[in-house]
């Protein structure tokens, strides 16, 4: 039972680094499903208090009924002639009822560019997307995902077929390659519109939520960013003395750099957290170690005694006694870590036959933390029962039975 509370313990710890390292592949591997090579523009709520960019509120602010307008299609053409833009697209969302026949569905509608599916990971399945001429024409012409298609028309070849939204008809004129669910997003239930097509037919709006600009050289993305700022700030008359006073902008601009950094922030300090959390569970195995310890002092007193009447010192019993608490917390150690390991392998393989890219791996770290968490909690809770014995006067403990 004292080694049961230590092998939770470090188990803990090993799934707790497992879940992390499983956990920060998989959003990685989601953001990189946009690219590596762009910098994304969206809009944020200005604030009169200098917080820092990353914490700043971005499109989140939709959520909580903020309305930001300021964005538009103009500010993107503006983006696309920055030296290091290679291309550009803008994107908004909206919700509504899309039918064929006699099947209705609530989709979300996401409208785009003409320059998205060179630019984004996603890839047409058969048929087309719409065109730059389509876009600015106002064309009435939808691109569906694999699911929409599947709700809406079966085993159906969609292509030339009408759907309603609103009442107004489009024509679909391409299908789109299944692509799951990204960053929260299920791209397959999606349908593709015109940017301009969505905001003044379906939408009533003029402006964009955010845009994806794709750059010639990677490395240049801050010097790009920076430069993408001056610009916007420009366009919307925001005038500030330095870059200390982002806090004014109604807009944020992110690098894949600052991205990266900042989901090693998030997971790194939700992984201190839970280990916080699993600590609880070592020291409630510790204080075990401890008052097992205490009863081995207290029913070997007679061993103890006869030990020191032959020339046993006190480093002698504090060595035997620690030896004993550490390689209890040791096995323990070592039980919690093959325990661990195996849960965190039935961890990924249950989210992998789920659908998500979780990739089972356990840090190095992981090991050391777990064995040295193990030794310490031995040392820690096996001090005073240690003392304990070796300061027990050997007359005394040759007389308990």
Known sequence: MTIL?????????????????????????????????????????PTNKNVSNMSAQGSTDLAQGTQITTLTLDDMEDIKKLPNVEDAYSGIMGQ??????????KAFLFGTNASYIRID????????????????ALAQVAVIGSEMKEKLFGDADPIGRLIKIRKKKFRVIGVMQKRGAVMGMQF????????????????????????????????????????????LRENHNITVKDESEFNKDDFRVTTMT??????GTVTGALTLLILAIAAISLVV????????????????SSEIGLRKAVGAKYSDIMRQFLIESVLITIVGGIAGIIFGVLIAYLIALGASHSGLDWHFSIPLKAYIVALSFSGFFGIAFGVYPARKAARLDPITALRAE
């Open 5 to 45: 509370g230590m092998v939770i313990g470090i188990a803990s710890v090993i799934i707790v680094f497992s879940a992390g390292a499983g956990i920060e592949s998989l959003v990685l591997g989601q953001i990189e499903t946009f690219g590596t090579d762009i910098i994304e523009v969206e809009i944020k709520v």
């Open 258 to 263: 600052e991205m990266m950094d900042m989901l």
């Open 188 to 231: 397959d239930d999606f349908v593709y519109l015109p940017i301009r097509t969505l905001q003044k037919k379906i939408m009533g709006i003029k402006h964009v939520a955010y845009m994806i600009a794709k750059l010639h050289d990677i490395d240049r993305g801050e010097e790009t960013a920076v430069m993408a700022r001056s610009l």
């Open 121 to 136: 990971k996603s890839e047409i399945d058969y048929g087309r997307f719409f065109t730059k001429e389509e876009d600015k």
């Open 96 to 105: 509504e009822h899309v039918s064929y026949g006699n099947e209705a569905k």
């Open 285 to 300: 195995g510790g204080v075990g170690i401890m008052n097992i310890m205490y009863v081995i002092v207290s029913e070997r």
